[in-house]
């Protein structure tokens, strides 16, 4: 085949800032390091080897082996603790859900612990800490933060008059003593100064020589004439005024030297009041901490954090934190916990694990760490960051101490150790005991698998595979190994198989590497243009080629589209349920189409669906960047708010919009927000208004078929049945194909079984993504028929949970109660669903197993502690067992 000539551009091309891509080293069929070259033919490919995969990371989180024993344990302790520790606990709670990559979970852990914090710093750290985990997801980067606590909730100070007016009163017929500064005297009331403090009480007013004098020398005493005319004012009205920040420090330390607690707390809020930014953050936290001023460090503290990850990047911020002298000065002003360290560590080494911040943070998290899985966390995370930094004693020695406080995971750490020391049989030798000594989990057979090789290696990561179908280093491995054989096509069907429920950059650079080497240039296209779409900074071929500057050469040699051959395209795919392939065609058609605004919704949405949650969100924030109306703009504004669960927010959003410019995305937005707010039938019918009202607005077919197919379903929801037929039916022919779904569950309701279960084939036949069609054609067949829908499901999507708690009724319903035990577990050991632990409990307690029942409720409850079933079969256990 004709060559295209992509090396010679490359060579010629700039690759991210001044590397240039050397002819030699670089050719877009080579996914990695280079290796020897292509010889042109699609299958001669043997750029790629398994031996260029990188290992997949030991992660820095605490991951127990069974997470729903220690949620379990987690959920107990909550039970019975004091509200002082509840926090604590949830804090802890929030790290079982960030290991297993349950970002909601984990927000409402941190957002229930700073429920029960105890202290305005507790409740400081884990407003801030919320606020970080949702910063992309914030309308305004400046608003207050998700817990609704834009301010300390501290008391503050009244206004007064400003400096002249307030010192005015200095020689007044009330004024009975005179301190002396050189030939300087400032009058004052002898009891009112007395007043400030006990020891001014004693020297004016017990046996000292001060008490029998009416002037008194005072000018060594770290005062000027002007702060002491300042602390005379303060005496006699109770206020300091509107002061420069320099008078009220003076009087801040001359507080502190003389007791004066009560014009200390003045100073101290006086000058929290000043700090706007960073920089105001910056200049007076030395002072504060200093003063030890609780109110001053708290408002600094939370400006630092309010603007992290990059004050964290300041120097002048990080030394507060880095050693153990500037913590016990946080430790004096009440200011120093483990949730502030680990917050801070969290962030250092999301910015880069490798770093001397990340390490020293670490070591200060670890003097705070009070509990056995505190301390497991700590230890493991110092044994992450000493092995990126390849100091791999240290790394050793953090990683054995996380395994004697219980962390098994840091096993799998200890054996990476040993491998980059060159001991390979000592590595594999760690992780065979590993399995041998615990219930066996999907990581420590992919973690095996790397110490292995041949037969043995491919079965540690089918196992892998079979334990975790969320793994994806094992399909990579295969897919390259399969390359390898020069088998590219076996190679893009294993690739594919996870692609198809977990859509991955590293994954979707893979599948472009093998569309390369068969010169699929257009399957290359499309992946490299979605990839784009999830990381707009991707780099390829080790770091060494962004994926912008590679789709450049690339498009060089497929067709061009106009902007009509991209609708037609994405109307193609849209149709078909390609979400890659939208996602591709929406990306091509952001670099010209002049409406952004519209397409970056159709983004988020495509993102949405190929659950990328953060990238959408990053998609929706683009789309309200990039409008070009008011009322448009609100629109976005409001699927921001609904898509964080701000609904009637959002419903406000919409009336906003609608009140402006009646339009389709408006009226959709309100009737979405308002069907997921109430179902009563009053709310049934408003929501067929505002459909009806959007149809009427115009908008395109692909929209309009959502219309449709959402008008469908609540004249579904009210027995409409004909009516319902009919909007599905006017989908279909806009070719909006998920329709074919809405009218299967029209003809079921209506008692063709027959017709909902071919309904459902057509969608199949059509769809690219098939699990759901194949999930929801089995309620329409005969069990073994459903049973085998659901198999493929499975197959097809793993995550999906209901073909699971189906196989496992069907076995209970036979009587056969460990194994329906035991197909509940499979989905529970790398999915913490609520549904999935309710009915392992219930099944449990069907069998007698109090403690199993019992521990999968608690689990249960830790993901939502309001299921009412859960709490009712809690209750029933708990009846039992006492």
């Known amino acids: 085949m004709k060559s295209l000539g992509i090396m010679d551009s490359c060579r010629s091309s700039q690759v991210h800032a001044d590397v240039c891509v050397d002819k030699a080293t670089f050719d877009p069929r080579l996914p990695l390091k280079a290796g020897s070259k292509a010889d042109g033919e699609s299958c001669s490919y043997s750029g790629l080897s398994v031996s260029q995969l990188a290992d997949p990371p030991i992660q820095p989180y605490y991951k127990p082996v069974d997470y729903v024993d220690t949620l379990g344990q987690v959920h107990q302790e909550l039970e019975v603790s004091p509200d002082h520790d509840k926090s604590r606990l949830y804090l802890e709670q929030s790290f079982v859900f960030r290991g297993l990559g349950e970002l909601k979970l984990l927000r409402r852990s941190l957002r229930s612990a700073w429920q029960h914090a105890t202290s305005t710093h507790e409740k400081l750290v884990y407003a801030s800490w919320l606020k970080y985990e949702r910063r992309e997801e914030e309308l305004d980067s400046k608003s207050a933060d998700c817990c609704g606590v834009g301010k300390l909730d501290l008391p503050q100070l009244e206004g007064a008059d400003d400096l002249l007016q307030a010192c005015s009163t200095s020689g007044s017929h009330d004024d009975d003593i005179v301190f002396l500064f050189g030939s300087e005297r400032v009058h004052c009331n002898r009891q009112k100064i007395a007043a400030l403090s006990a020891p001014f009480y004693a020297m004016l007013n017990g046996c000292f020589t001060e008490s029998q004098t009416r002037a008194i020398q005072f000018s060594e005493n770290g005062i000027s004439v002007v702060g002491m005319k300042v602390v005379d004012t303060f005496s006699k009205t109770g206020t300091l005024g509107r002061l420069p920040p320099k008078i009220i420090l003076e009087v801040l330390s001359f507080s502190n030297r003389f007791f004066c607690e009560r014009m200390k707390v003045a100073c101290d809020q006086s000058l929290a009041a000043l700090i706007h930014n960073l920089d105001d953050a910056i200049a007076f936290v030395d002072y504060g901490l200093e003063e030890t001023a609780q109110v001053l460090v708290a408002t600094c503290l939370q400006v630092f954090l309010r603007e992290l990850p990059l004050s964290l990047r300041n120097p002048n911020v990080s030394k507060h934190f880095c050693n153990a002298e500037s913590r016990k000065r946080f430790i004096a002003v009440g200011h120093s916990s483990f949730a502030l360290y680990a917050l801070l560590s969290q962030v250092a080494m999301e910015d880069d694990i490798s770093s001397q911040l990340s390490a020293s943070l670490l070591c200060q998290l670890r003097d705070c760490a009070s509990s056995f899985r505190q301390r497991a966390l700590v230890y493991h995370q110092q044994g992450c960051v000493m092995l990126a930094r390849k100091q791999y004693k240290e790394a050793l020695e953090f990683f054995q101490a996380a395994a004697e406080e219980g962390h098994a995971y840091s096993c799998a750490g200890i054996a990476r150790v040993k491998l980059k020391c060159g001991d390979k049989q000592a590595a594999f030798k760690e992780t065979t005991c590993l399995i041998t000594c615990y219930k066996a989990c999907g990581w420590m057979y992919q973690e095996r698998s790397l110490y292995g090789s041949g037969k043995m290696k491919m079965a540690d990561l089918d196992k892998a595979t079979e334990l975790d179908p969320t793994l994806t280093y094992p399909y990579k491995y295969r897919a390259a190994a399969l390359m390898d054989d020069h088998k590219v096509v076996e190679a893009i069907a294993e690739i594919n198989r996870v692609l198809c429920f977990k859509v991955t950059p590293d994954c979707l650079e893979l599948r472009i590497y093998f569309c390369l080497a068969l010169q699929d240039y257009d399957g290359a296209v499309r992946d490299i243009r979605a990839l784009l779409t999830l990381d707009p900074a991707y780099m390829m071929y080790t770091g060494r080629v962004s994926a912008a500057q590679l ?332």
């Open 551 to 882: 789709l450049v050469l690339l498009s060089e040699h497929v067709d061009q589209w106009t902007k009509a051959d991209c609708w037609m395209q994405l109307y193609d795919r849209w149709s078909s349920v390609d979400d890659i392939g939208s996602l591709a065609v929406v990306h091509q058609m952001l670099e010209t189409d002049p409406g952004k605004g519209l397409l970056y919704f159709r983004q988020s949405l495509l993102l949405l669906r190929l659950s990328c949650p953060k990238a959408a969100m990053r998609s929706l924030r683009l789309a309200r960047e990039h409008t070009t109306s008011v009322p448009e703009r609100l629109v976005y504004e409001g699927w921001i708010l609904y898509d964080t669960g701000h609904r009637q927010e959002a419903l406000q959003k919409a009336e906003e919009s609608i009140s402006i410019h009646r339009s389709f995305e408006a009226f959709f937005l309100k009737a979405y927000a308002l069907a997921d707010t109430s179902l009563d039938p009053e709310s049934s019918t408003k929501v067929i208004n505002l459909l009806e009202e959007a149809l009427r607005c115009p908008s395109d077919g692909l929209r309009k078929g959502q219309a449709l197919n959402n008008l469908g379903s609540v004249y579904v929801d009210c027995g409409k049945f004909d009516l319902a037929a009919d909007c599905y039916v006017s989908a279909l022919k806009i070719r909006h194909t998920r329709a074919h779904q809405g009218l299967a569950r029209v003809h079921f309701l209506q008692g063709d079984r027959k017709s909902a279960y071919d309904e459902m084939t057509k969608l199949i036949e059509k769809a690219c993504n098939k699990a759901s069609a194949y999930e929801k054609r089995s309620e329409y067949c005969e069990r073994d028929i459903g049973i085998s829908d659901l198999n493929m499901v499975t197959k097809i999507d793993p995550l999906r949970t209901y073909p699971y708690r189906y196989r496992a009724a069907v076995l209970m319903d036979n009587h056969r109660e460990q194994e329906a035990i035991a197909e509940l577990s499979k989905a529970i050991a790398f999915k913490a669903d609520l549904q999935l632990l309710h009915l392992r409990g219930a099944f449990y307690e069907c069998v007698g197993d109090v403690a199993a029942a019992l521990r999968d409720c608690r689990a249960a409850l830790s993901v939502d502690p309001h299921h009412t079933d859960t709490l009712e079969l809690q209750n029933k256990v708990m009846q039992v067992r006492a």
